[in-house]
T-cell receptor, first 117, second 112 residues
Framework: AQSVTQPDIHITVSEGASLELRCNYSYGATPYLFWYVQSPGQGLQLLLKYFSGDTLVQGIKGFEAEFKRSQSSFNLRKPSVHWSDAAEYFCAVGAPESGGGADGLTFGKGTHLIIQP | DTEVTQTPKHLVMGMTNKKSLKCEQHMGHRAMYWYKQKAKKPPELMFVYSYEKLSINESVPSRFSPECPNSSLLNLHLHALQPEDSALYLC???????????FGAGTRLSVL
């Protein structure tokens, strides 16, 4: 079975500074990888996804993520954060061999992003 | 359009009540999901419907009963819930089980 680790429970970043949120996965092959963002009391919004091909993927709101097979990582980055980026960020994995999302997604525990003015 | 609509947004119910949560999408997606999310925790999968057939039931208690009347609608029927069932219930859909999932805003359920 697949698993996801987000090592940082909270991260505080100054507005305008760069951001990197870490995600490590455990899976026997190349999984499907996703980053979602959740504002308080809201559902989850898909930021970006990786299935195959180019290991650097671009998403919405200026986010990007890089798949590194050798490190089993899929870290999320943004060059300059805005106060509106404050939210909970979830990394998730789907297993292609079992039908991708057919088993639903396995989520990491989330990273709470705080933006300092 | 990647909209998944969930109603109601908030629900308060007693332990003897029967209520239903509704989820609707008009994106032609053929896979739909129910997740439960407790405060400060990630979503946990409850049920998966693929092409209107229940394909996954993650050992959810029988007081939760899913229903997929057609490819656009997904219901979650609730009966005799416990206070620990209070949570945010999220619906998601995807084009098929291999595609990304899109989530609704959720129903915040409180069981008294």
């Amino acid at each position: 079975a697949q698993s996801v680790t987000q090592p940082d429970i909270h991260i505080t970043v100054s507005e305008g500074a760069s951001l990197e949120l870490r995600c490590n996965y455990s899976y026997g092959a190349t999984p499907y990888l996703f980053w979602y963002v959740q504002s308080p009391g809201q559902g989850l919004q898909l930021l970006l996804k990786y299935f195959s091909g180019d290991t650097l993927v671009q998403g919405i709101k200026g986010f990007e993520a890089e798949f590194k097979r050798s490190q089993s990582s899929f870290n999320l980055r943004k060059p300059s954060v805005h106060w509106s980026d404050a939210a909970e960020y979830f990394c998730a994995v789907g297993a292609p061999e079992s039908g991708g999302g057919a088993d639903g997604l396995t989520f990491g525990k989330g990273t709470h992003l705080i933006i300092q003015p | 359009d990647t909209e998944v609509t969930q109603t109601p947004k908030h629900l308060v119910m007693g332990m003897t009540n029967k209520k239903s949560l509704k989820c609707e999408q008009h994106m032609g997606h053929r896979a739909m999901y129910w997740y439960k999310q407790k405060a400060k925790k990630p979503p946990e999968l409850m049920f998966v419907y693929s092409y209107e057939k229940l394909s996954i039931n993650e050992s959810v208690p029988s007081r939760f009963s899913p229903e997929c009347p057609n490819s656009s609608l997904l219901n979650l029927h609730l009966h005799a819930l416990q206070p620990e069932d209070s949570a945010l219930y999220l619906c998601a859909s995807s084009q098929d089980p291999l595609r990304p999932q899109y989530f609704g805003a959720g129903t915040r359920l409180s069981v008294l």
